[in-house]
C-alpha cells in the first residue's frame, strides 16, 4: 500500500487553498504580534524613545555642551533643568537627548551590520557547504575563541573610540553568533524538498538562496538583530565605563553614567546627585529591556511552530 | 571515544594558532612605542642618543618584519618565556602566577551561584508554563539582561556595602588579620558581593536557555510516550525529559565559562579585585605588550578548553555519540 | 460481548491566540473487548486527538466539552486523579504512536524503556523487569532479544522500533490498545510485517484496538469496525463491509475512489479520483454540512447541520441524502 496515496494530491491543492479566517501568514504573525502584549508595549517604548531623543533637541535651545555654571549639581525640576545639570552644569535632560541619539545610533548600526554580515556568512556556508562550509565555520569558531571584552578595549585604544570605530569594532567581534543560526537553519532549509525541486529544474544558486532560502531564514535574523542591538547597546556602555567608549563632551547615556559613578557616593559638598546616576541609567534599561521584549513577541509571532499555543 | 576526543583536540591546534596570530596582530597595531614607554618608566633608560636607541630598538626586536616577530614571540613563548612586564617590572608568568588563582576563586564561584540559581528556577519555569511563578521569573530575567552588569555592581555596593555594610566596597582581604578561620571568614565576606554580582548577572540568559530547553524536549514525542506509558509526571520530568534537556543545558553552561572571565573583567575593575581581568587591562592601557598579549592567550585557551569541555560533558550524556556515531 | 469504552458526544476545544478553536466535536462510539474500531479520515480531521483524549494525552490548553463522556469499564475518566489515571495508562490502556524514530527516548535503552512498564505497573525488580523485556521483545520477533535489550533505539531500524514500541504497548497486556497510524512512518514491506504482528498480538491476548490512520488498506486488514471522520466529525459509521462494498456518504465514497488500484492494462489507466479542496481548518468549520464545500452531491438542504441517520443494522451516515431512508 503506497504510502499518503491521496494525501500527494491533497498537498498540492493545500498549496493552493488558503484557510478562510488565517488569510496570510503575514495577517497571522499580525495577528500574534498584536495579542503579545509585551512585544506591544515594547514597540510603542521604542518609538517613544525614539521620537525623544530625535526630535527631542529640536524643542530646547540649550546644546550638550552649554554649561549653566550658576547651577551646578542642581537637582532635577531646578528652573529651566528639568533633570538637573551635572558637576559642570551641562542640561541632563538635552545631554539624556543627544546621547541617545548616539546611543541608539550605535546600537541600531552595529546590529544592522552584524546581522548582514552574518546572514551573508551564514548564508554562504550553509547553502555551498564543504570547504567553503569548514573554512567560514573555523573562522568563526577563531572569533569566537578571542576574549571578546579584552579585544574591544584593545581595539578601541588602537583605533580611538569615536562613533564609527566603535560601530565597527562591535561589529568585527560581533557577527559570529548570527552566522552560526543561519548556517544551521540554512542546513535544514537546503533539504526541504521545494530547494530539492527547485534545483532538479535547474534553478541557478543565487536565485534559490534570494526565493527559497532567504525569506526562510529573515525571521530568525530579525529576532537575532533585536537581540544584537539590545547587546551593542550595553557594550557600548561598558565600554564607557571603563572610560573607552564615546569621549566627552559628546555624550552618550554610557560615558554619563560612567561620568555619575564619580559621584555615586556622594560628592565631596555633601550632596548626592543620584540624578545623574538615574537618568541615563533608566534610559539604558528602558530601550534595552523593550528592545528584548519586541524581539521576543517578534519570535513568537514569525515561528510558525507556535501557531497553536495560547 | 578517545578517537572523537583526539580528533577535537587536533582541530583545536590549528584554531589555537589562528587565535594567536589574530592577537598578535591586534596587540602589534597598539599605539605607544615600547621604548618609549620604557624610558618613561625607567629613567635608567633615559636617553636621546640616536646611536642607542637604535641598539635597543635591535635589542628588543622592535624593527623586526611583522612576521619574523611573531615566530620569535611564539618559539619563546613555546619555550615557556612570556616575556617581562615592562609595567609591573617582574616576569610575566610570576604576574598570571600569581593573580589567576584570584580570578579562579571569583569565576567559579560565581559560575556555581549562577548554576544554583539558573537550574531549579528554569527547570520550575518550563514545568509550569504560563503560571504566575513562570511570569514573574519571566519579567526578572528580562530585568537582568536589560542590565548592565556594572551599573548592577555599583548599585549592589551602594545598598549592601554602603547602606547596609554588611561586605566591603572592595578588595580581596583585609590587612592585619590572624588566624586560619579569621582569615578564611574575612576572605569570604569580600568575594559574596562580587561572585554574587557576576554570578546573577549569567543567571537571567541561562535561565530563559534551560527553559526554552526544557520546553521544547518536553514536547518531543517520547515525552507523551512516558506518559502514555503510565510514568508518574514528576518522574517523565526528571528521568525522560530533564535528561534530554540536559545536553544542551551543560553545553551552554560550558561553553559560557570564558564570558565569566570577561566579565570578570569590568567586576574586578568595580570592586578592586586583584585577578587576571584588571591585570589585563592595565597592561592594555598601558602599553605593556609582553602582559597584555599572555592574558589574552590565556583567555583564550580557557575559551578552548571550556569547548572541549562542552564537548566531553556533551558526549557523556549523549549515546549516540558515545557510540561513535552523529546524530540520529 | 461485554464493553470496554464507551465514548459519548466527545468534543474537544483548544484556547488558542486565535481564540476557541474546536477541532472535535459530538464524537460518540463504544468498543467491546477484543473488538478492532478504525477511525479513518484525512490529517486535520481531529481523528487523532480523539484517540489522545481516550488517555487524556491532550496539550495543556485543550479541554473537553461539559457533555462529553469518557467511560473505561465503567469508570469515568474524566472523573479520575493524575495517580489513577497513571495507574491506568501502560496497564489497562496503552499507546503506539505513528513516528517510532521519534517516540523512543534516545538516552536510555530500549531494554529500560520496556522494563520501566513491569517496574512501574507491576512492581518488578529491575532484573525480573528485565527478563519479562527480553520475553516480550522475542514475542514480537526480534532477534536475539538478549543482546537487543542493551541497545539504544538510534541502533535500530524503524520496522525494529516499531516492534519495540509495540512491545512496550502490550507488555501488561491491556485491555485497549490505541494505535495512531503505526505504520504510517515504515516502508511498505515493513509495513505489512507490523500489521501482521499486530493482528496476530491483539488475537492472542484479546485486546480491544483502535486503530487511526488515514490509510483505508490498513483498516480493510485490521478492523472489525469503521468511523469515517471528517472535520471534527463522525460522517459514516459500519462494520468494515458496509463501508467497503456500500459506502453511503459522498466522501466515504470519495477516500474509497481515490485508492490507486493496481492494473496493468491501458483502458484501466484512467486518472485517479480525488477530492477536490482542502480540509476546513478547526477556526472556520463551514456552516450546515461541513464536508458541503467539497461534495459533488450537495444541495439546498446541505446548509442546515445534518443528523446521524440509521441505516440498515448499524450502518449510520451523516448526510441529508438518506434522509427518510430511516428504518
Redesign the interface.
Known sequence: ???????R??DE??EK?R????NSYRQLVW??FK?HKLALFGAVVLIGVAFFTLLGPLFVEVGYEDMDFSNLFSPPLTEGHPFGTDELGHDVLVRVMYGGRISLFVGFASAVITTLIGTIVGLLSGFYGGIVDRLLMRFVDVMLSIPMFPILITLTLVFGSGIMNIILVLTVFGWMGVSRLVRGLVLSIRETEYVMSARAMGVRNGRIILRHVLPNVIPIVIVSATLNMSYAILAESSLSYLGLGIQPPMPSWGNMLQRAMNYILGTTTGTNPWWLTVFPGFFIFITVLNVNFLGDGLRDALDPKF???? | MKVYFLKRFLELIPIFFAISIIIFVIMNSMPGDPLLQMRMQNPRVMTNDPERMRELREYYHLDDPLPVKYFTWLKSVLTGDLGYSSMYKSPVIDLIASRLPNTLVLTITAWLIGLIFALPIGIISAVK?YSAFDYTTTVFAFIGISLPGFWFALIAIIIFSVNLGWFPVSGMATYGIRGFWNIFADRLRHLVLPAFVLGLVQVASWVRYIRTSLLEVLD???V??????????RKVIIK?AL??AMIPIITIIALDIPYFFGGALIIETVFSWPGMGRLMYNAVISSDYNLAISCLMFLAIITLISNLVADFLYVM????IR?G?KG? | MERILEVDNLEIS?????GKITPVDGVSFGLSRGETLGIVG??GCGKTITAFSI?K?L???AFLGDNTKITFRGRDISTLS??E???????SI??V?Q?P???????YTIGWQIS??YR??EGLDEDAAMKRSIEMLRLVGIPEPQKRVKE????LSGGMRQRV?IA?ALACSPELLIADEPT?ALD?TI?AQVLELMNELKNKFSTATIIIT??L??IAEMCDRVLVMYAGQIVESGDIFDIFDKPMHPYTKG?IN???KIEISKKDQKK?S?????V??P??FPDGCRFRPRCPTAFEKCLEKPPMIESEGHHSVRCWLFEGDDM
Open positions: 500500500m503506497p504510502k499518503f496515496f491521496y494525501k494530491k491533497l491543492i493545500e487553498a484557510p478562510v479566517h488565517i495577528t500574534k495579542s501557531v497553536s499555543e495560547s | 508554563k518531543q514525542d517520547y507523551r510516550t512516558a506518559y502514555a506509558k503510565g510514568v508518574p509526571d525522560h535528561k534530554n550524556v549523549d549515546p549516540r557510540m556515531r540520529a | 483548544f484556547r488558542t491566540q486565535l484525512e490529517s488517555i494525552l496539550p495543556k490548553n493524575s495517580e489515571l497513571q495507574k491506568i495508562r501502560g496497564k496503552s499507546m504512536f513516528e524514530m521519534t517516540s523512543l527516548n534516545p538516552l520501566e512498564v512501574l505497573h539504544f533505539p538510534h541502533q514500541m512496550m504510517t511498505v509495513q488515514h490509510d488498506g490498513v477516500l481515490s485508492i490507486p485517479l480525488v477530492i477536490d479542496g482542502y476546513p481548518h477556526s472556520s
